[in-house]
């Protein structure tokens, strides 16, 4: 089967959706199928590289030329809500090369190859990461609150507050028009959990999909040469870890504050990319690490007394999550979202209300004060993992693929300058 990944980001890139369609690309390159990736070039990286296998390409944008104006952030661009004209024509020239059967997006990059699906004959899965169907800021979060649901001037309102008003504005109305024709053209939608196909207005609709959730590498809670060469050096005894955007929708503020009234606590350690919104003070016996290779990343969960993820939005379906997990480290995470489709309370870890520091705090103390609970916890996490591992979800995805095509009679497109065969 040839596959053709269209994703905005991937590694060198560091972050949950660049992890999936690197392990997935990598996955379905072992299985036998050709896979190339589309994704969006950034100063420094090459255009055309080999990720064993795979092949990557990236491609330069007419937002980018301009990002001072539209929506890219110029050290992290991002692909628009719309149709980018030379994302579109770079696209086609890469459909032309790779006539893949599959295409498979990921986030908005996608939507520079609408234009291109009828002449492409291949068939359209996309995988929804989070809320960008329906919220232009894809948190689906109405200022700090969670939204009752999407609408025109209330997106356009809170998009203008996020973005700034222009380009809010503009945001706003490119998504509805976009998502409208997303809708339209896509064969089948892909989202990652209950909450993420609920929250993007799937269930009850016409739409068909199918929940896959993320997943992790088979071998990812096992230790890898090379990987306790740490890029700085973490707390010599156990810690509490976060892994993530160090951003107030993350809960990092709510765990700041839990963290701060609990007394004789171990060190805390954050890792992630700074923001705007990333506290600037974090308080003693916390330790900040920012943009760790993902290598890194999994040296720190397998060091770590228990994982923390305290986000206030609904989060979709962290892959860190996961990686604790298969760690066999118990994680103490929020009711929302996602979360408790991965986290089974109370077994392999707890829930707590979100955005609040002091239902945090207790289940920090009770984790703390029983050892032997957190370790029985950390066993079943590395045994629900399995069902979260490239084995369990990859063989789903490749049957999505198998059914959409076997709604399609249309033959790959061919080579730019090939020529027809007549058959008499």
């Not at 207005?201 to 739409?207: A, E, N, R």
């Not at 509490?240 to 107030?248: K, Q």
């Not at 709510?254 to 700074?274: F, M």
Request: hydrophobic share 45%.
């Amino acid at each position: 089967m040839r596959i053709l990944m269209v994703a905005g980001f991937y590694p060198p890139s560091i972050g949950g959706i660049e992890q999936h369609v690197h392990h997935l690309s990598r996955e379905l390159e072992a299985r036998g199928h050709h896979v190339a990736v589309a994704t969006l070039w950034n100063r420094g990286w090459a255009t055309f590289e080999r990720d064993g296998g795979v092949r990557i390409y990236r491609l330069r944008g007419t937002v980018h030329r301009a990002s001072r104006f539209v929506l890219s952030d110029p050290a992290r661009p991002y692909a628009p809500p719309f149709p980018d004209p030379e994302l579109v024509g770079g696209l086609a020239r890469l459909v032309a090369r790779e006539r893949p059967e599959i295409v498979h997006g990921h986030d908005w990059l996608v939507r520079s190859f609408l234009p291109l699906k009828r002449w492409s004959r291949a068939r359209l899965v996309v995988s929804l990461h989070d809320y960008g169907l329906a919220c232009p800021k894809w948190t689906l979060l109405f200022g700090d609150a969670l939204c009752s649901g999407p609408g025109l001037a209330k997106c356009a309102l809170c998009a203008g507050r996020h973005y700034g008003p222009a380009k809010g504005l503009l945001a706003a109305f490119a998504n509805r028009l976009m998502g409208m024709a997303q809708r339209a053209i896509v064969d089948l939608y892909l989202p990652v959990s209950q909450a993420v196909a609920a929250g993007n207005g799937l269930t009850g609709s016409h739409l068909r999909y199918r929940v896959i959730p993320n997943f992790v590498p088979d071998d990812a809670g096992t230790p890898r040469a090379g990987d306790e060469r740490l890029p700085a050096p973490l707390p010599s005894d156990r810690f509490l870890l976060f892994v993530g955007a160090l951003r107030r929708y993350k809960g990092v503020e709510v765990l700041l504050k839990a963290y701060a009234g609990l007394p004789d606590a171990p060190p805390l350690v954050l890792i992630g990319s700074s923001w705007p919104d990333s506290p600037v003070s974090t308080g003693p016996h916390t330790l900040v690490l920012r943009n760790w290779p993902h290598e890194a990343v999994m040296e720190a969960w397998r060091r770590c007394l228990l994982g923390l993820a305290p986000s206030v939005w609904p989060e979709p379906c962290p892959t860190v999550v996961m990686e604790a997990m298969a760690c066999g480290r118990a994680v103490i995470a929020s009711r929302i979202g996602g979360l408790p489709e991965l986290i089974a309370d109370g077994e392999t870890g707890l829930l707590v209300t979100p955005g609040e520091p002091e239902a945090l705090r207790a289940a920090l103390r009770h984790l703390l004060d029983h050892a032997e609970l957190r370790e029985r916890m950390g066993q079943a996490a590395r045994q629900r993992v399995v069902q979260f591992q490239a084995d369990s979800v990859v063989p789903r995805i490749e049957q999505a693929y198998r059914e959409v095509l076997a709604a399609s009679t249309l033959p790959p497109p061919r080579p730019a300058g090939a020529r027809q065969e007549v058959v008499a």
